[in-house]
């Protein structure tokens, strides 16, 4: 069975701070796709970025960088210098290479103070 | 560009009462159609998909259903709510399989049941 793990519940940080995100995943297959969305107060989860199980290259888009292993099943993001737009509760996910579900952790709740 | 629009956005219902959610998509064609939940501290859950028009695959048992009367048009209905229908409902599409696209998710409808 396929899993998501956010360990996490709540964050806090202050503005400026880097902040990272952990997940964890379970799964039996080899070809899978790893997800991270956010979903700031009007409720609209906001795509932003897709990795697949055969590309474990980190990604930085920005401030935003994601840090994938496949050795310890986490895809982990990091948030450089944070602000408080980035206040949201983001959502790590997992899909099944060819199959029509997205398995969704519970999400974190990042809160950035000014 | 492609919008997904979600109404009603908030819905208080008395329990027993039947419920109509109407999700609509523009700018695409033949998406693929999903139906989430998101109850209060817990994360998205997969209720229904459709990969065409009359397609429905459930992926929870409940008392609700899905139908796509037109290629982008996507109901969730209800005959009678149940208290723990309360939730934050989204509509989301894709250009294809779960595992190799990114989801685009609606505004959301936020459904109370008293």
């Known amino acids: 069975a396929q899993k998501v793990t956010q360990a996490q519940t709540e964050i806090s940080v202050v503005e400026k701070e880097d902040v990272t995100l952990d997940c964890v995943y379970e799964t039996r297959d080899t070809t899978y796709y790893l997800f991270w969305y956010k979903q700031p107060p009007s409720g609209e989860l906001v795509f932003l970025i897709r990795?697949?199980?055969?590309?474990?290259q980190n990604e930085i888009s920005g401030r935003y960088s994601w840090n994938f292993q496949k050795s310890t099943s986490s895809f982990n993001f990091t948030i450089t210098a944070s602000q408080v737009v980035d206040s949201a509760v983001y959502f790590c996910a997992l899909a099944q290479g060819g199959s029509e579900k997205l398995v969704f952790g519970k999400g974190t709740k990042l809160t950035v103070n000014p | 560009s492609q919008t997904i629009h979600q109404w009603p956005a908030t819905l208080v219902q008395p329990v027993g009462s039947p419920l109509s959610l109407e999700c609509t998509v523009e700018?695409?064609?033949?998406?693929?159609l999903y139906w989430y939940r998101q109850a209060a501290g817990r994360g998205l859950q997969l209720l229904f998909y459709s990969v065409g028009i009359g397609q429905i695959s459930s992926e929870v048992p409940q008392n609700l259903s899905a139908s796509r009367p037109q290629d982008r048009q996507f109901i969730l209905s209800s005959k009678k709510l149940l208290l723990s229908d309360s939730g934050f409902y989204l509509c989301a599409w894709s250009t294809g399989l779960a595992g190799f696209n990114e989801q685009f998710f609606g505004p959301g409808t936020r459904l109370t049941v008293l």
């Open positions: 700018g695409t064609s033949n998406p693929n």
């Open positions: 990795r697949n199980s055969f590309d474990e």
